[in-house]
């Protein structure tokens, strides 16, 4: 079955404590991206990667990393959360070209004390 | 800055009714356009894309593409509760790679 897997599906913090989220892909997709939606902004990109090792920044990359070393994989990074990134997070995939549909996973929602 | 923009409603319609979500963007070159569902603390699911002007037909949804005036919509028709949702547009970049645009999402309430 293909798939899109994230975790952790929940998770509470402290300001200041390293936390990573994961995200997996069963798929074969070039393509990986992370997006937080926050109520009243919608899906905000925060970085993307078109392939292993090639990453770029989406719209709101300030106080995230990304790491892909593998195909299959694409951690999100929070080396130093803060209350401002409390939000939910998706990971999404696709084929890379044109007219690909995205796959999200089934969302993080991270509260940061 | 490309900018997709809806009308974040929420917009109620009562079931069997035509639910009408519309969407405009900024960016004149843009070549794809995606219509995606999201229930409630779930994460979006794609539900029409739509590439050439005119309209597209999918069961009761139909998408509707207006380049020259910047301009998608989804239509509804027979709405019934479960499609009590945001509906999120986005657009497509040109130039072969995925990396889309979304806007706010519409929340849709139908009503029995």
């Known amino acids: 079955e293909a798939q899109v897997t994230q975790n952790p599906r929940y998770l509470i913090t402290v300001t200041g404590k390293k936390l990573t989220v994961t995200c997996s892909q069963n798929m074969n997709h070039e393509y990986m991206s992370w997006y937080r939606q926050d109520p009243g902004l919608g899906l905000r990109q925060i970085y993307y990667s078109m392939n292993v090792e090639v990453t770029d920044k989406g719209d709101v990359p300030e106080g995230y990393k990304v790491s892909r070393k593998e195909k299959r994989n694409f951690p999100l990074i929070l080396e130093s959360p803060s209350p401002n990134q409390t939000s939910l997070y998706f990971c999404?995939?696709?084929?890379?070209?044109?007219?690909?549909?995205?796959?999200f996973g089934s969302g993080t929602q991270l509260s940061v004390l | 800055q490309k900018e997709v923009e809806q009308n974040s409603g929420p917009l109620s319609v009562p079931e069997g009714a035509i639910a009408s979500l519309n969407c405009t963007y900024s960016?004149?070159?843009?070549?794809?356009f995606f219509w995606y569902r999201q229930y409630s603390g779930k994460s979006p699911e794609l539900i029409m894309s739509i590439y050439s002007n005119g309209d597209k037909e999918d069961g009761r949804f139909t998408a509707q593409l207006n380049k020259a005036s910047q301009y998608v919509s989804l239509l509804i028709r027979d709405s019934q509760p479960s499609d009590s949702a945001t509906y999120l547009c986005?657009?497509?970049?040109?130039?072969?790679?995925?990396?889309?645009?979304f806007g706010r999402g519409t929340s849709l309430i139908v009503h029995p």
């Open positions: 986005a657009v497509e970049e040109p130039g072969g790679s995925y990396i889309p645009t």
């Open positions: 960016d004149r070159v843009s070549q794809s």
């Open positions: 999404a995939t696709a084929n890379a070209g044109s007219n690909e549909k995205l796959f």
